[in-house]
T-cell receptor, first 113, second 111 residues
Framework: EAQVTQNPRYLITVTGKKLTVTCSQN?????MSWYRQDPGLGLRQIYY???????DKGDVPEGYKVSRKEKRNFPLILESPSPNQTSLYFC????????????FGSGTRLTVV | DQQVKQNSPSLSVQEGRISILNCDYT??????FLWYKKYPAEGPTFLIS?????DKNEDGRFTVFLNKSAKHLSLHIVPSQPGDSAVYFC??????????FGKGTKLSVKP
C-alpha cells in the first residue's frame, strides 16, 4: 500500500530533550515536506526537500532540523524542544510533476512540557 | 502576511443542499490550486485541484471554480452528505512545488 508513515503518533516530552520524528514513504517520491498544524493557523510548512541531500526552509523553520540522506526518509529533529513546539505535525511526499499535491502521513501529536 | 485566506472558520449545511467553501489568495504567481479534506486524527487527503489556466474542474459531486481576476476560488459540493463533514483546506502551489495552505473551514453537514 502506498503510504507515508510517521512515528511516533503521539509523544510527550520535556523541554530541552532532543527528539526525532521519523517519516518514511514507499512511493519513490522526490519531494518531501514537514508541516505543523495549530488551531487558528492552519498548516504551516517547516522544511521541505526536493530530493536526496537537497533541503530548504519553509515558513516556520526555527527550532527544527531535517536531513534527507535517503530518498524514502525525511526525519524531523528538534534539538531542544520548547513548549511552543507543541503541535500536530504532518509529513508529506509527492512525485515531481504530480499535480495533485502531497500525500500526507497520519500525523504526530507532540506535547512539550 | 497570509497569502491564502479562508475567511469562514466554519460552515453548516443541510444534507442534500449545496456546500460552498471559499478561498482567496494574494500571490498572482500561484499556478495550481488544491483542496484537501481532513478528518480528525487523520492526515489531510487530496480532494480536487485546478490549474491556473482553467476556470472550472469537476469530479463527481465536487467542483472547483477559479476566478483569476478576483484571485478567488471556491469548492462546491452537491449534494452535501453527512460524510462530507470535515475540515477543508485550500492550498496554492508556489515555486519548487511547495504548497501554502489556508487556515481551513470546518464543514458540518446535518442530516
Amino acid at each position: 500500500e502506498a503510504q507515508v508513515t510517521q512515528n511516533p503518533r503521539y509523544l510527550i516530552t520535556v523541554t530541552g530533550k532532543k527528539l526525532t520524528v521519523t517519516c518514511s514513504q514507499n512511493m519513490n517520491h522526490e519531494y518531501m515536506s514537514w508541516y505543523r498544524q495549530d488551531p487558528g493557523l492552519g498548516l504551516r510548512q517547516i522544511y521541505y526537500s526536493m530530493n536526496v541531500e537537497v533541503t530548504d526552509k519553509g515558513d516556520v523553520p526555527e527550532g527544527y532540523k531535517v536531513s534527507r540522506k535517503e530518498k524514502r526518509n525525511f526525519p524531523l529533529i528538534l534539538e531542544s524542544p520548547s513548549p511552543n513546539q507543541t503541535s500536530l505535525y504532518f509529513c508529506a511526499s509527492r512525485a515531481q510533476g504530480m499535480d495533485y499535491g502531497y500525500t500526507f502521513g497520519s500525523g504526530t501529536r507532540l506535547t512539550v512540557v | 502576511d497570509q497569502q491564502v485566506k479562508q475567511n469562514s472558520p466554519s460552515l453548516s449545511v443541510q444534507e442534500g443542499r449545496i456546500s460552498i467553501l471559499n478561498c482567496d489568495y494574494t500571490n498572482s504567481m500561484f499556478d495550481y490550486f488544491l483542496w484537501y479534506k481532513k478528518y480528525p486524527a487523520e492526515g489531510p487527503t487530496f480532494l480536487i485541484s485546478i490549474s491556473s489556466i482553467k476556470d472550472k474542474n469537476e469530479d463527481g459531486r465536487f467542483t472547483v471554480f477559479l476566478n483569476k481576476s478576483a484571485k478567488h476560488l471556491s469548492l462546491h459540493i452537491v449534494p452535501s452528505q453527512p460524510g462530507d463533514s470535515a475540515v477543508y483546506f485550500c492550498a496554492a502551489r508556489r515555486s519548487q512545488g511547495n504548497l501554502i495552505f489556508g487556515k481551513g473551514t470546518k464543514l458540518s453537514v446535518k442530516p
